[in-house]
Antibody, heavy 124, light 111 residues
């Protein structure tokens, strides 16, 4: 079955760029039935959708993060990535990659498969 | 501050039924049939248990059901079991201004 695995540094300095990659196995990232998603969970437990990217490269981001957030997709290596710039302590969270079901090529309906998450701490 | 409002905690005894509410607005829950619910055990990954307001994924117990009225969605768990003790989050699409928003989560305690 499909599995997602996040990778990246667990500690990032304030004002630097947080870079994470999600490797997908068991399914082709070229499958047009899904959007590839990043979601984070703060230490206080709240969940926050960050954005998602389609195999074509089209992406949608959380409006409050536009300007700091960029996603990319590498179909040849079956992985997608996130870059969040100018990070502060408020960006400290567990970062999950997830698969979003794109029903009939019209609407995203749920996040059905999640990676195990990677904890990122922003601190000097 | 979460865009969707959930009670911080609910509790029930084994065998009972409980309902968790999720209140939004007419631009998110009230506009789209895209409410989903996620179950998360401590230290574990969220798992979808309801999508498109009331649909249950294959493999999810039929003890989980959901409904929606106006700007409020609800998750009901019947025949409570100890294994249901977890955090539950609602989520919905809110249009291109906010995209996807989650509730603050509800901790379910089985007494």
């Amino acid at each position: 079955q499909v599995q997602l695995q996040e990778s990246g540094p667990g500690l990032v300095n304030p004002s630097q760029t947080l870079s994470l990659t999600c490797s997908v196995s068991g399914d082709s990232i070229n499958d047009g039935s899904y959007w590839w998603t990043w979601i984070r969970q703060f230490p206080g437990k709240g969940l926050e959708w960050l954005g998602y990217i389609y195999y074509s490269g089209s992406a949608w981001y959380r409006p409050s993060l536009r300007g700091r957030l960029a996603m990319s997709i590498d179909t040849s290596n079956n992985q997608f990535s996130l870059k969040l710039s100018s990070v502060t302590a408020a960006d400290t969270a567990m970062y999950y990659c997830a698969r979003a079901i794109y029903k009939n090529g019209v609407v995203v309906i749920s996040f059905d498969v999640w990676g195990q998450g990677t904890m990122v701490t922003v601190s000097s | 501050q979460s865009a969707l409002t959930q009670p911080a905690s609910v509790s029930g005894s084994p065998g009972q039924s409980i309902t968790i509410s999720c209140t939004g607005t007419n631009i998110d829950i009230g506009r789209y049939n895209l409410v989903s619910w996620y179950q998360q055990y401590p230290g574990k990954v969220p798992k979808v248990i309801i999508y498109e307001d009331v649909q249950r994924p294959s493999g999810v117990s039929n003890r989980f059901s959901a409904s929606k009225s106006g700007n409020t969605a609800s998750l009901t768990i019947s025949g409570l079991q100890a294994e249901d003790e977890a955090d539950y989050y609602c989520c919905t699409y809110g249009g291109s201004a906010i995209f996807w928003v989650f509730g603050g989560g509800t901790k379910l305690t089985v007494l």
